[in-house]
Each structure stands twice: as C-alpha cells, then as structure tokens.
C-alpha cells in the first residue's frame, strides 16, 4: 500500500486509514463524517489529495496534442487559467476526467489516482515529437474548501484572495513554494494547492494552525462531492458513459462542436444530435434510508436504471442519489421506484446540485 506525504500526520491526527486506489488514506478523522462534512459548508476543511497524479505538458503544440483526447478547448485556454475536462475512449466512453490549467509555458494536468497510469500512457500517444509529458511524483497536493477557505489562507499568501475561480497563480504560503488553483470538488468556494512533498507536512501543519481550519477525510469529499451533483469516475462516469448522457456536454468547447476532431467525437455528436437513451439525474429517496450505488431503478414495475451514488447528505439532512434513467423517466418530478433490499422505496428525480454551488464569481 502507498502512502502519501501526510500519512505521519494523518495518524497523529486520529485519522483512520483505508485503503483507496491503492494508497492508505484517512476515511475520517475522531470528529467524524458529519461533523467535517458540515465544518467544510460552515468554515474551511483540508483534505489530503496528494494520491491523484500530477504532470506537466511542455513543448510548441502540447495543448493542440492534448486536444486529440479531449473535447475541451485547451487552446483557447487563457494563461493562469484552469479547465476541467474529459479524456475519450476511441468509442465515445469517458476514459477519465481531469484538470488542466495553462502556466504560459506549460499545461498543468491532475488526473485522477485509480487511472493515473492509465491516463499518463494514453497522453504519452498523442504526443509529436517535441512535446513532453513530465509526471510529478514529488509533489503533493492538498485542498482546503469552505466559505472560510481564502480568507483563511491569504492571510499566508494576501494575492490568492484576487485569485477568480478556475484561477491559478504561484505564491510562497508560509515558506513554501505553492502553484494554487481555486477550485475544489465540494461545491464550495476554496483552493487546491501543489506543493513539493518534501515540504508538505510542514505546509498542511500551518494551514490547520489557522482558525476555522480543521482536517476532513475521504468520507466527507464524498457526501460533498454528492450532494454538489459532481461524478466520481468509476461511479457516475466510466468507458461506457458520454459526455451527453453524463450531462457534462459543457465540457465540450464551442469550437470543438465545429470540427469534431476528438477521440469518440462520432457517438458524442450522436447523442448531442439525437439524444441520448439514458440521463445522468439526481434522485431524493422518499424518507431516511439511503439508496447507494448499484441500486435498481424501476419504474411501473420494469427497470429503467441504476444508482451510481446515494448516501446521506448531511447537509440536506436527507438522503441523496445520483444515477442513470431511461430518458423518458428523466424529467425533474418523475416518480421512481428504488429496489433496497428486494423493497420498492419511492423517490424522485431532483434537480442536480442538491446544495447550492457556492464558487466565487
């Protein structure tokens, strides 16, 4: 099992270690799932992603190179400027979702833990001579999310509150050189931030010393990230899933819709043309028990698709779903029946996020 650079930390934390694409990392920490998940929608909560890869892109024709795999315009990226968007599958499937922002002389990627070899190979392919893809193993890479969050780390580094979302800057943040994106996966305001892993404990030691700052574990990212109506590939996005059916068709830039020159473009501009058969929707169970992934959704007593994440939203005090509908049963209000435990219990589609985004704008 790997460790990342804040495993000693995460111990002396209380943090209770699991094992997760392959890295030991902390599920939770003594306060529990509930409490820093409502911390993190209240004031500001760290979270430890240095499991997820990290690279650069660097040489003439990189974000054209890049283009041939994704249906983002990163050519048109500004500098400082970061995207989210999807690597393909020659079939129109999602092969990942990751981050890219544009340094100037250089792409910034991040992608996710489970597929990062996966995905570092399938970028290696697209690339012409000249253009090299440097994978960062010595970095790591931390978020502190909440509407405490940049308040509370200017006051280390004053120029990350100018920062507009999707924003990326370089700043020293309590003597340590840190390349700071404000954006997040918990639907609140708040920054990621790379550092060399040689100095990340130190780093993470002086963002909890700040107050309101508290640590937050891999269960609360989740009900975060769910309740926010965001994927977890492998869950809610995977090879089988477009981008239209996921409801991500925003991904795909305005020039991009033009030349359709991407990877599995065929099936997405299918399914943008014609609509796809199945939906991405949110789903509220009716009363207190969760509905989670793999669920049976029935509708008049046949199947007409699955839960791909439910749990309880603690902040909604309920529980939340995410899944695929045939599209006919995808409309906000329609009626479902969820299939626990060999028992119908009723729920309806939601309109997605659950909570209110609250990114800065």
Request: with cysteine; proline share 7%.
């Amino acid at each position: 099992m790997l460790e990342t650079p804040l495993a000693s930390l995460h111990r002396e934390l209380g943090g209770r270690m699991v094992p997760f694409a392959g890295y030991a990392m902390p599920v939770q920490y003594p306060a529990g799932i509930m409490q820093e998940h409502l911390h993190c929608r209240a004031s500001a909560a760290l979270f430890d992603v240095s499991h997820m890869g990290q690279a650069e892109l660097v040489g003439e024709g990189a974000a054209a190179a890049l283009e041939q795999l994704t249906p983002a315009d990163v050519q048109g990226l500004k500098p400082h400027r970061q995207r989210y968007g999807l690597l393909m599958t020659m079939a129109g499937g999602i092969f990942d979702d990751f981050m890219v922002a544009n340094l100037g002389d250089r792409l910034f990627l991040v992608v996710n833990a489970s597929r990062k070899s996966e995905d570092f190979a399938l970028i290696e392919t697209a690339l012409p001579p000249g253009v090299t893809l440097r994978q960062m193993p010595d970095r790591a890479l931390v978020a502190l999310q909440g509407p405490q969050a940049v308040a509370s780390i200017a006051t280390l580094a004053p120029g990350i509150a100018a920062l507009p979302f999707m924003g990326v800057g370089a700043f020293d943040i309590a003597g340590v050189p840190a390349l700071v994106s404000r954006s997040g996966y918990t639907g609140e305001d708040g920054v990621e931030v790379s550092v060399p892993a040689d100095r990340a404990e130190r780093f993470a030691r002086a963002l909890l010393a700040l107050p309101g700052v508290a640590p937050a574990g891999l269960g609360a990212r989740d009900s975060l990230r769910l309740e926010a109506g965001l994927c977890l590939y492998g869950n809610d996005i995977d090879e089988t899933t477009s981008p239209i059916e996921a409801a991500l068709t925003w991904t795909i830039g305005k020039r991009r819709r033009t030349a359709w020159d991407f990877r599995g473009a065929d099936r997405v501009r299918g399914d943008l043309d014609n609509g796809p058969k199945r939906l991405r929707v949110g789903i509220r169970p009716e009363g207190r028990q969760p509905a989670r992934a793999h669920t049976e959704i029935q509708a008049g007593g046949a199947a007409v698709g699955e839960i791909t994440s439910g749990g309880f939203g603690p902040s909604v005090n309920g529980p939340v779903a995410m899944g695929y509908v045939a599209r006919e049963h995808a409309a906000d209000g329609t009626a479902l029946d969820l299939m626990v435990r060999g028992k119908a219990l009723p729920g309806r589609v939601a309109p997605l996020p659950f909570t209110p985004h609250r990114y800065a704008r």
